[in-house]
């Protein structure tokens, strides 16, 4: 059957989008080298294969590696080394990575290759574009890198796998973990026998926390548009005022971020009849988890534009060390260059992945803060106290906010940053490193935790609206509730909410609550 291949991803190292790693992750779209590509991958490898020949020492090519670098090895030694190195490195511990990360990390791993700087055969690009294609999923566990020699540990899991080593998570198997041989023979494919620097090509780079930081990017953009829904049914249930997303006052500090959730708001809040209802109520202004909703939210976009930027640009790198540049791209002559450098370092992803975690926690923070507001009596504009029907028999939503507030609180410790951290490893070789796996690994739980805020807060702004009827929200409005409503019916008594929380999550998971924002 042909026509999965003609939707086929082409990766040549220079253009893959998040988006596309994403179709590839989540939704198994093919993947294939393209054959431009080809070209550049293969006339780096004749580099690599001349200095072989002539027996010139070349760092990872013909040394070894780290501390060890200035041990020359030869001859049937190369081969010896790539698999050494390879099990040597698979260090990994704790919980493996989702089957998506682990798939978002070969794509990316396949795509720095392709961009022709790593040396390595076509093969080996051809090879993990197979086991995607074909469901073999390296087991690679969570935990091991330090983020600086690129994420060494976790890409030595693909690597062992990709020799026929180690462990796989087969399709047939429904995740089940199986020795990667069988997981070949099943797959009808073959794992490989390494040469010349491969190893290091594929251990030495940046994907398995660039996969989590992709996959999480997507995940927070999500969530943003979101919040902004959530945050305006929040606005129209507490009778909350729109002057204060006027354009006029955006202009005024022209954050694109900002200007672009105060444009969010105005749309989803026009032609309420709630709004409407208490135009002349006198109230200047609002508390700043209403009035600064712009301001919040859209220096959240803004991080989140500079961490996409971020993530783009390492998408499309090579990463690894050393890097072959080939001196005549037009031909296949093997002069070239083999230089080593220090682009395996995670720094710009450290960094990246701290402050989407930061961001979010933020974003979660004013969620809780609003939700407070809609059940505490105090501030709640009118609403039954905890949004209960016949407070004091009903706690109504008295826990939710507890749960929140717990949640929230925990992303405070998580969104500690990581990257300020540094160890030395390898003999005082890799004496500076980035921790951005680490990051990285915070990172999933910060999202986790502010998807359900954000739909605890939903969950009471759908009540809060309700309790106002039979004044209407507005059009937008109507449509997220609706969203809501069809997976969470109306509280009229006391019921056990964590399976609501977790149909809610699932929605916003799925963008159909972010779609009211656009």
């Not at 026998?193 to 030495?204: G, H, Q």
Request: with cysteine; charged share 20%.
């Amino acid at each position: 059957n042909w026509e999965p291949l003609l939707q086929a991803l082409h990766i040549n190292g220079n253009d893959l989008t998040l988006e596309a790693v994403r179709e590839v992750a989540a939704e198994r779209r093919p993947v294939l080298l393209d054959p431009d590509a080809r070209e550049a991958v293969n006339r780096a490898r004749a580099v690599v294969d001349a200095l072989v020949a002539n027996n010139k020492i070349s760092y990872a090519i013909t040394t070894g590696v780290g501390k060890l670098s200035d041990v020359h090895i030869v001859g049937d030694q190369i081969r010896e080394l790539q698999v050494n190195l390879v099990r040597s490195h698979a260090v990994g511990v704790g919980e493996p990575l989702s089957i998506a990360d682990t798939r978002a990390m070969m794509l990316l791993r396949a795509n720095s290759l392709s961009k022709g700087n790593s040396g390595v055969r076509a093969i080996i690009i051809d090879t993990i574009c197979e086991m995607l294609n074909r469901g073999v999923t390296p087991m690679v566990p969570s935990q091991g890198s330090v983020g600086a020699s690129g994420d060494l540990a976790p890409l030595a899991h693909l690597a062992l796998a990709l020799i026929g080593e180690g462990e796989c998570s087969n399709d047939d198997e429904k995740g089940a973990r199986i020795a990667s041989a069988p997981a070949f023979k099943r797959a009808q494919s073959k794992p490989l026998v390494l040469e010349a620097k491969e190893a290091m090509s594929l251990i030495n780079g940046t994907q398995a926390m660039l996969a989590i930081g992709t996959l999480m990017q997507l995940a927070a953009e999500t969530l943003v548009d979101t919040a902004d829904v959530i945050g305006a049914m929040a606005c129209d249930a507490l009778k909350g005022t729109s002057v204060a997303f006027d354009e006029r006052i955006q202009k005024a500090r022209p954050h694109a971020g900002q200007i672009r959730t105060a444009s969010n708001l105005r749309r989803l809040l026009e032609q309420s009849e709630i709004r409407d209802s208490h135009r002349d109520c006198g109230r200047v202004q609002d508390a700043y988890s209403l009035r600064c909703i712009p301001q919040v939210h859209g220096a959240v976009r803004d991080t989140l534009a500079h961490c996409r930027t971020v993530f783009e640009t390492e998408t499309n790198s090579a990463v690894d060390n050393p890097l072959v540049f080939v001196k005549n791209p037009k031909a296949m002559d093997s002069e070239g260059d083999v230089l080593s450098g220090g682009n395996f370092h995670g720094q710009p992803l450290a960094f990246a992945l701290d402050f989407l975690a930061i961001a979010l926690s933020a974003l979660a923070g004013i969620s809780e803060r609003r939700l407070e507001r809609m059940v505490n009596p105090a501030l709640s504009e009118g609403l039954p106290p905890f949004l209960a029907p016949g407070a004091g028999m009903n706690s109504g939503f008295m826990m939710p906010q507890v749960t929140a507030a717990a949640l929230v609180s925990e992303n405070k410790v998580l969104a500690h940053p990581a990257s300020v951290d540094s160890i030395t490893t390898s003999g005082n070789k890799e004496d500076y490193v980035s921790m951005g796996m680490t990051a990285a690994n915070k990172l999933k739980k910060v999202v986790e935790n502010t998807r359900n805020a954000l739909a605890i807060e939903a969950m009471a702004a759908a009540q809060a609206i309700d309790f106002l009827a039979p004044l209407k929200t507005s059009k937008p409005l109507q449509q997220a509730h609706a969203a809501i409503r069809a997976v969470c019916a109306t509280m009229d008594k006391d019921r056990v909410m964590y399976q609501d929380f977790a149909r809610i999550a699932e929605l916003i998971a799925s963008g159909k609550l972010a779609a009211a924002s656009r």
